[in-house]
């Protein structure tokens, strides 16, 4: 149970890196809070998890914990987004439309 526990926990560790990362990267606001909400959700659940893995004195504590993180989280970012599009944040435009150009890129006429 103790090495499940580790496990979860540098799995949720790394998780929360690529949240972040993420965040950091990502050009506007929708985009982030995507990347942000998902990566930071799984996170959360490993770590959690881990946490009651390796202490089983408190895996009905942290189960009750990840089942309100998995009602609320969703919520919270649905919340964020649409205050986002309300407020007339602008969306990141693509400078090449790559749909545009027929698959393969070439104009077999």
Known sequence: MIILGNTLII???????????????????????QAGTKATTLGSFSLILGVGFANPQWLLKTLLIVVFL?????????????ASYKRGVKTYKLKINEMKEPMGGENND
């Open 70 to 82: 998995a009602i609320t989280n969703p919520v919270g970012s649905s919340a964020l987004a649409r």
């Open 11 to 33: 799995i949720g560790s790394i998780f929360y890196f690529l949240g972040g990362l993420g965040i950091f990267r990502m050009p506007d606001v929708f985009n982030r809070l």
